[in-house]
């Protein structure tokens, strides 16, 4: 392909999370028009001027929660519960229980996601009541 400054070889793919720009690379001998070449430069200027303005937007305002701490519980049945109460966005108790205390074998149970300040709470099962971890996942 070719534009009115010279043969295309290449492109610059130039992207964030929300912008995604295609610039053309241009190989072989430029227009020695002092028009074309301020335009030119004028094009390149106003390109990284847009692209540095989505790169510099700060992201949307989300975080996930902070200060948290996980209660664990190892007699039978186990059961945990977990709280945080700093940042935004849903925190829950995720546990590990086995059938035996030796067993190789781990179920994972999930509390219910719970915003800043409530508590998400789970238990071991009758068939897997021993307790073996317990820890908490976190979301914006």
């Given amino acids: 392909m070719a534009s009115r400054f010279g043969p295309i070889s290449n492109e610059i ?3 964030n999370s929300n912008v995604r720009l295609n610039i053309p690379v241009v190989n072989g001998p430029l227009e020695k028009s002092g028009e074309h070449m301020n335009k030119t430069l004028r094009v390149i200027t106003l390109t990284a001027a847009t692209l540095g303005a989505f790169i510099v937007a700060p992201a949307s305002a989300s975080a996930k929660p902070t200060t948290c ?3 664990d519980h190892y007699d039978t049945p186990g059961w945990a519960k977990s709280f945080c109460s700093g940042g935004s966005g849903y925190q ?3 546990i590990g229980c086995k059938g035996s205390p030796t067993s190789s074998w781990t179920n994972i149970y999930r509390g219910a996601w719970k915003p800043k300040n409530e508590w ?3 238990a071991c099962t009758t068939n897997y009541p021993y307790l073996s971890e317990a820890w908490i996942d976190k979301k914006d």
Avoid: F, N
């Fill in 13 to 15: 793919h130039l992207s």
């Fill in 69 to 71: 701490t996980v209660d």
């Fill in 92 to 94: 829950r108790v995720v």
């Fill in 120 to 122: 998400s709470k789970v």
